[in-house]
């Protein structure tokens, strides 16, 4: 049964977000609300939270995880980024985009695409998630809370809690929460490519 985390919106309780990141380095795996819509989230070292996301959403093989990252200092760890572009990105974050760039050896394998050898990085502007990431001190690997055969992710976290309680090791709470995935800009090739048009504006990469 999934713990149960009612957190502030504005001022998330240090207490309830050192729990949830105790359920984390424990492998635990979590539904959290970003700035754009819920996601499911784990550490990047747990192969069992990575299966457990796959067979809730039944992913197949090619789909992009993302890193859920603090800020760009932490960014810059997981992904190649030159001069321009980083500029380009540091415009449009912290918000909700959605970045497909090659990654570093710091990323493990299993997470890659097979063949771009890509990975999802994002810095959300949600004052829970920053607390979360803050605390955790390393990104979260995340895919959007999106079941199957479903058009649009859930916004209430009783709701999660209700039809994903033995599927989740923790539900957090802080309100209502958009029901906007991210938009997805693929920026592994010459030209950036709209892989997703959703809760950021894809205008300035068009």
Not at 8 to 33: S, T
Not at 103 to 108: I, L
Not at 114 to 132: C, E, M, N, S, Y
Request: glycine share 8%.
């Amino acid at each position: 049964m999934a713990k149960y985390f009612d957190v502030h919106p504005d001022n998330p309780q240090p207490r309830m977000i050192r729990q949830v990141v105790d359920l984390l380095h424990a492998d635990g795996l979590i539904a959290y609300p970003t700035d754009s819509c819920f996601a499911l989230g784990c550490r990047l070292g747990n192969k069992e939270g990575i299966d457990r996301i796959r067979e809730i959403r039944q992913l197949g093989g090619e789909h992009h995880f993302t890193l859920v990252c603090r800020d760009f200092a932490q960014f810059g760890q997981f992904v190649h980024v030159n001069n321009a572009l980083f500029r380009s990105i540091k415009a449009a974050t912290p918000g909700s985009y959605t970045f497909i760039l090659p990654a570093t050896k710091e990323v493990p394998r299993r997470l890659l695409h097979p063949r771009k050898k890509t990975v999802g990085v994002r810095i959300p502007d949600h004052i829970v998630t920053q607390a979360l990431l803050t605390e955790l001190g390393e990104p979260l690997l995340s895919s959007t809370l999106l079941l199957p055969d479903e058009a649009e992710p859930m916004t209430q976290g009783w709701e999660i809690k209700e039809r994903l309680d033995y599927v989740v090791d923790a539900v957090i709470d802080s309100g209502e929460c958009g029901a906007v995935p991210t938009t997805v800009i693929d920026f592994s090739q010459d030209e950036p490519e709209i892989l997703r048009r959703g809760a950021g504006d894809p205008s300035r990469f068009e």
